[in-house]
């Protein structure tokens, strides 16, 4: 059999067409990408990209909850960058990264969308940390002082007292008359305490305090006073400022109920005077 010169090899015929993705699409899954991780990439088409990231984000998802790793400051400072770090890698992947059926999106637009990730990713940590049961509180007094300083940010875990009960020393965050205070709880319900001369006894036995602070002249009835019964369910706090502190030694202050307490104090984020990360447990 003789072969034709003047033959045309025939053109393989394409199963299905797939138009090329444009840079409008891109430009949209990029955005989308920070908002939830792999969404992007599934409006391109890219499933594994997708499932990847997906996967990345719920792991760091449980890791605020339940594992509830924001418990310390490592922790913290580890989960922030992580969401931070697999949201605008997920920007950047979905208009940078090109594949057969798509060119790259705009170079310059990493200027819009990288801020855009951070600002997101901030808000995501955010919002798992509150799901979590933590909250950042701003210290609005100088009474814990030298222990946390005025304007100080801390961490408090607001779950601590729902299946636990406050201890000597717990350093908590309550509300009272409408305010937030923070104050050191030295005696709980059933606790005999009084004061000697600024010193305070719980049960007959004076306690060690070595993170107290005199720098005033109290009142005479904040040096002595007592021995008085703290009533079941109750707390008595003293500011670690003690000579300022208006706190239960006070009589129009008094003990803290159980239920007026916000959370327990974990540790200091952010400070005047640098002490980050400084354990308050």
């Known amino acids: 059999m003789e ?3 003047s033959a045309v090899p025939a053109s393989p015929q394409r199963t299905e067409d797939q138009p090329p993705i444009g840079r409008k699409r891109r430009i949209l899954a990029a955005a989308v990408s920070p908002i939830l991780p792999g969404a992007g990439h599934w409006l391109l088409g890219d499933k594994r990209r997708a499932v990847l990231f997906l ?16 418990k310390s400051f490592v922790g913290l400072l580890f989960l922030m960058w992580a969401v931070m770090l697999v949201c605008t890698v997920a920007a950047w992947s979905a208009l940078r990264v090109s594949s057969a059926s798509s060119t790259r999106g705009p170079r ?29 509180f701003d210290v609005p007094s100088t009474g814990m002082q030298p222990t946390v300083l005025n304007a100080d940010q801390i961490m408090i875990d607001l779950r601590q007292y729902r299946d636990a009960k406050p201890k000597p020393h717990d350093i908590v965050v309550f509300r009272k008359d409408g305010l937030f205070f923070i104050k050191r709880a030295v005696a709980v319900g059933g ?9 305070l006894f719980v049960n007959g036995r004076p306690l060690e305090e070595p ?15 007592g ?8 707390l008595f706090v003293v500011g670690d400022n003690r000579d300022v502190s208006r706190d239960s030694r006070l009589p129009d202050f008094g003990p803290v109920g159980e239920q007026n307490l916000v959370g327990k104090a974990l540790y200091v984020i952010r400070s005047t005077s640098h002490r980050y990360g400084t354990d308050l447990r």
């Not at 901030?122 to 909250?135: E, I, M, P, T, Y």
């Not at 606790?191 to 010193?199: C, F, L, M, Q």
């Open 3 to 5: 072969n034709d010169p």
């Open 108 to 136: 310059w637009w990493l200027l819009f969308l990288m801020p855009l990730a951070l600002l997101i990713s901030f808000a995501h940590s955010n919002g798992l940390l509150r799901v979590a049961g933590f909250q950042i």
């Open 211 to 225: 993170y107290v602070q005199h720098l005033g002249n109290p009142l005479p009835e904040m040096l002595d006073f």
């Open 55 to 70: 996967a990345l984000f719920l792991v760091l998802g449980l890791c605020f909850w339940p594992l509830r790793v924001p």
């Open 227 to 234: 021995p008085t019964q703290i009533p079941p369910g109750e």
């Open 191 to 199: 606790d005999r305490i009084e004061s000697k001369a600024g010193v």
